[in-house]
């Protein structure tokens, strides 16, 4: 059985015969787990980075890739988790892996997908792609008119 809306009842089940009747009081509450965004791209590299996790109640990692690591584990409320990814060097272009945030003893969850890039670079770096040591040197001159 599963709550509709909030709110609280009276189940009463009453057998076939009429001999026995049981009565129990349902109390739904309402319910909740968000992540403050739904996925992250790196490079190869590896880094960290953080997230807000908003909850209900308190929640658990039910999955995750092996490369990946979550601190710290959740507590009711915004919390906010820092998720760490190793560097990679595989022979793929790239690789993917989704954590599942799942709260504590209930069906919600939340998923956060993470692309890792085969680039051994990350934001900021610089990277010299060609370079000559013969030929002219052009100027280009922007003036205005």
Known sequence: MFGVNVGNTTIT???????????CDVVVTKSWL???????????AGESFFIDVDA????????KPNWI????????GVSSVE?????YNG?????????????????????????QYNFPYVDGDYVKVQS????????V???DA
Request: aromatic share 6%; charged share 20%; net charge negative.
């Open 132 to 139: 000559s040591t013969r030929g002219e040197v052009g100027v």
């Open 56 to 63: 209900s109640d308190s929640w658990s990692i039910s999955s």
């Open 91 to 115: 022979s793929a272009a790239y690789r993917s892996g989704d954590i599942i945030f799942k709260l504590n003893g209930r069906e919600r969850t939340a998923t956060f997908t993470v692309d």
């Open 83 to 87: 998720v760490s990814v190793s560097s």
């Open 13 to 23: 089940v009453t057998t076939e015969d009429g001999a026995k009747t049981a009565v």
């Open 69 to 76: 690591t979550i601190t710290p584990s959740g507590n009711m």
């Open 141 to 143: 001159k922007i003036a």
């Open 34 to 44: 968000v992540l403050s965004s739904e996925n992250f791209h790196t490079s190869g």
